[in-house]
């Protein structure tokens, strides 16, 4: 959701009052609760007009809409079942369910990255590994950052060669988490971990640490390495997505975050963003690089990290579509 949709979410959220929000936000993810809440916080003076404006859109949209099914969970399970059998469909539904499943570690995706790396600090990095492939990429790489470059290290090659959990480790996870983690026995192999999760946690990482942990990775298994590099995605792969995807990705993007993110982008990439742009656009744009001062590296990264997050979910929208290299494969 872009910057505009958060402000008209925040406006209907106002709008409803306390205790029907208060109903909307126990539905949401930890995120979006976040960025909801520091939103409405900054909402200080609305007009009238964006207020109506924004009631009769949620109003048109929602005439729109229809619940199909009550409980959505269970009607796949009956479906699934009467369709294939209690074996085959059982098979599916513990990866179809999986997030259900594993529902109390949502609990983590509460905490700050500091304090789920103090939980987890002392544990063994196999350990650490599975927990961590349950959550998102960037809540994992804040949660590394806060471990010594040893322990960092040695969590993202077991992440790289994780190949699903078994039943037993998610004993162990119990163990860890108390009562984060239930119901290990009735979990399947989860698909989860991987060289594409490592590549994932590595980008949001930022440059520093990213050569810093390729390196270790190198010197234990050359092969690992390259595989997990050969499926990592940098700010400067935007070359790779052809000139229509330029343009769904530069329609989200803030002004103000696309300059931060050119500061530290190749030449080639700055003209591929400057031709997909109108010629007043890209000219305003080179004067706003050129006039802009020194900017910390730390900002560049963190809105080139904002930009790789609206292309990756355009891909999965979709959208979009990222070339593999040389080759005719797509990610």
Known sequence: ?????????????????????????????????????????????????????????????????SMLVNDTDEYVRTVLRKALGD??????????????????????????????????????????AAILSHLDYDQTSSVLKTFNERQRNEVLIRIATLDGIQPIALKDLNEVLSQVLQGGDRMRKASLGGVKTAAEIINMMGSSVEASVLDYIREADSDLAQKIMDNMFTFDDLEKIDDKGIQSVLKEVQ??????????????????????????????????????????????????????????????????????????QFL
């Open 1 to 65: 959701m872009d910057d505009q949709g958060v402000e008209n979410a925040a406006i209907l959220l106002m709008s409803l009052g306390e205790e029907e929000a208060s109903e909307v936000f126990k539905h949401l993810a930890p995120k979006e609760v976040q960025k909801l809440g520091e939103t409405i916080a900054k909402l200080k003076v609305v007009s009238r007009e964006r207020v109506d404006s924004v009631l009769t859109k949620f109003d048109s949209e929602a005439e729109t809409q």
């Open 87 to 128: 074996d085959k469909a059982n098979l599916l539904l513990d990866r179809i369910l999986q997030g259900s499943d594993v529902s109390s570690i949502e609990s983590l995706k509460w905490m700050d990255s500091t304090s789920v790396g103090e939980l987890l600090r002392n544990e063994h990095p196999q350990i650490i």
């Open 255 to 328: 002004s103000e975050s696309l300059i931060l993110a050119l500061k530290g982008a190749s030449p080639d990439l700055r003209e591929k963003i400057f031709r997909n742009m109108s010629a007043r656009a890209a000219e305003t744009l080179r004067e706003d690089l050129e006039s802009r001062g020194p900017v910390r590296l730390s900002e560049v990264e963190g809105e080139q990290k904002e930009i790789l997050k609206i292309v990756r979910r355009l891909v999965d929208e979709g959208t979009i579509m990222l070339a593999s290299g040389g080759d005719d």
